[in-house]
């Protein structure tokens, strides 16, 4: 009879000694209460700032201690990661610290302020190598750059060692409060954190339920536990960079579909609206990312009533120049900005007749493309429309099509909405 397999799961022994490596590197972040959120949920929700860590997001605990992990002759040969983000910059930094020699590919496209913050963190350690147009293109480059050289390949997720880095999280989190815990919710992209926290609170809190959060576009997790084998998404949407992969590890899918309590997504809007709330009330700064556990309550706000919930606050490598996309998609997805093609009559006074007739008084013009055609009856506009409440688009497009200004309708045509906006 053939033996069944079991699944890895790192032992409670294991993370302590991971929280031993990590001293004086990793910080241990705060669980604050949040006053917005737990008013909001009629619950209690703890914070835990992994955004406070000096790489700003949590990924420096499993890249340090799979590093510092290592023998000599291994760290003689030097380290390699294939990111764009978060991991190289833990990658990076551990190499500095433990004086070892890491090369970091990145994607050609990646912006000029993650390599900057990378070169940073591993100063004269580390050599970046710009490689491909994709992260699989990099991956693969990485990859031959280890056979090559015998060089260690640092795994962003899918690796023991990281796991077990990650898992500290968890341990800390029981370290800091003494309250039972009833929920974690924690974002998941490859599935390292959410497993070491699986392995934390089934040791050490089983009653704990550990809900996995994923972004509506990149799936990977969720599809791969409803299909039941760790399965390729080969098309994603890749607006939450931190937690958007094609595929999951295959030691973190074997944990995560058997210990996480459950597995679900968000749309990248309601991750928007979160980061924007968070910043305007509570002046805290966090990626896509990093939004995406708190993002989730909406969902639970029933189940969480008078409950104790931690949710995980992965990192704040946040780009200020995505701002207006991220404005955007939080209007989008709360359906007050809408976009139409409009028809105008090629005459004088149509755009007056549209500004003071069609639109309501709290109606706001917020894109306008238009060129006039002398042969035509009618020139035709993108018009984008932002609404203070979603109850006056039905009435707005009443009165476009009552005065034949309405041409379409291009919020669900994304192939033309791209195109056009």
Avoid at 176 to 186: A, C, L, R
Avoid at 231 to 252: L, M, N, R, S, Y
Avoid at 351 to 361: D, H, N, R, Y
Avoid at 365 to 375: A, M
Wanted: a negative charge; hydrophobic letters at 40%; proline letters at 4%.
């Amino acid at each position: 009879m053939q033996e069944t397999k079991k699944t890895y799961l790192p032992l409670i022994w294991n993370v302590r000694e991971a929280a031993l490596n990590l001293a004086g590197v990793a910080e241990k972040t705060p669980l604050s209460t949040s006053v917005t959120y737990s008013r909001l949920y009629e619950s209690n929700v703890l914070l835990k700032r992994e955004d406070l860590q000096p790489v700003r997001s949590y990924k420096i605990r499993g890249a340090y201690n799979k590093i510092s992990t290592l023998s000599e002759n291994e760290t003689a040969a030097g380290v390699v990661c294939a990111s764009a983000g978060n991991h190289a910059q833990g990658v990076a930094m551990s190499c500095e610290k433990l004086g070892i020699k890491g090369t970091i590919f990145m994607p050609a496209p990646t912006p000029k302020q993650k390599i900057d913050q990378t070169k940073m963190f591993g100063g004269s350690h580390v050599d970046i190598v710009l490689e491909g147009d994709t992260y699989d293109d990099s991956y693969n480059a990485a990859i031959n750059f280890c056979k090559e050289n015998g060089s260690t390949f640092v795994h962003p997720f899918d690796d023991e060692k990281v796991i077990e880095g990650q898992a500290t999280v968890g341990l800390e989190i029981l370290e800091q409060t003494s309250k039972q815990i009833d929920y974690v919710f924690v974002a998941v992209g490859g599935g390292g954190l959410a497993s070491g926290l699986c392995s934390v609170f089934k040791t050490l809190s089983p009653n704990t339920k550990i809900i996995g959060v994923e972004p509506a576009g990149a799936p990977s997790m969720k599809t791969s536990i409803d299909n039941g084998v760790n399965t390729k998404i080969f098309e994603i949407e890749k607006f939450v960079d931190g937690a958007a992969v094609q595929q999951v590890g295959d030691i973190t899918f074997n944990i995560c579909k058997e210990f996480l309590h459950q597995m679900i997504t968000v749309p990248e809007g309601k991750v928007c609206q979160t980061i924007l709330d968070l910043y305007n009330r509570d002046a805290i700064v966090v990626e896509p990312a990093g939004a995406l556990a708190l993002s989730a309550l909406d969902l639970f706000k029933d189940e969480i009533r008078g409950k104790n919930i931690v949710c995980i606050v992965g990192g704040s490598n946040n780009d200020i120049t995505r701002t207006a996309e991220i404005k955007e998609r939080a209007l989008l997805h709360a359906d007050l900005k809408h976009y139409f093609i409009i028809q105008f009559p090629q005459r004088a006074g149509a755009l007056k007749e549209f500004v003071a007739e069609i639109l309501g008084p709290n109606d706001d013009i917020t894109h306008f493309e238009y060129t006039k055609k002398s042969s035509r009856e009618n020139g035709y506009a993108v018009v984008g429309i932002e609404l203070k409440s979603k109850s006056d688009f039905e009435p707005l497009v009443n009165k476009m099509k009552a005065r034949n200004f309405y041409g379409d309708y291009i919020n669900h045509k994304p192939d033309l909405y791209q195109f056009l906006v």
